[in-house]
């Protein structure tokens, strides 16, 4: 079991940048899988990108290619999401999850019940 806490959100104007952490404690945090999702008001939770345990592969919604990066420091027991070139519908409050999958996750990562461990969240507003 891991306990996830968030960071690094806040108000930026569009075209910055922001990185956000996700912080763990418990279990040993490389073991598992991490996934970034976002959901904007009125909207559903969104997964824009994962890092798989282990062999440390990626993936990210088309949405964010390219502008996104996510990365682990198993040493820190945090995983981060680089977000650059912000725009206005990035705006959205950014959850991290963790699930000890490995396997199916070409179809699984950007679905939220794939993940069982949850934070809380950290808003992130991007101005025009």
């Known amino acids: 079991e891991v306990q996830l806490v968030e960071s690094g959100g806040g108000l930026v104007q569009a075209g910055g940048s922001l990185r956000l952490s996700c912080a763990a404690s418990g279990d040993t945090f490389d073991s598992y899988t991490v996934g970034w999702f976002r959901q904007a008001p009125g909207k559903e939770r969104e997964g824009v990108s994962c890092i798989r345990r282990k062999d440390g592969r990626t993936y990210y919604a088309d949405s964010v290619e390219g502008r996104f990066t996510i990365s682990r420091d198993n040493a820190k027991n945090t995983v981060y999401l680089q977000i650059n070139s912000l725009k206005p519908e990035d705006t959205a409050v950014y959850y991290c999850?963790?699930?000890?999958?490995?396997?199916?996750?070409?179809?699984?990562?950007?679905?939220?019940?794939?993940?069982?461990?949850w934070g809380q969240g950290t808003q992130v507003t991007v101005s025009s």
């Open positions: 999850a963790a699930d000890l999958i490995q396997y199916g996750l070409n179809s699984r990562w950007r679905y939220p019940n794939s993940y069982t461990y």
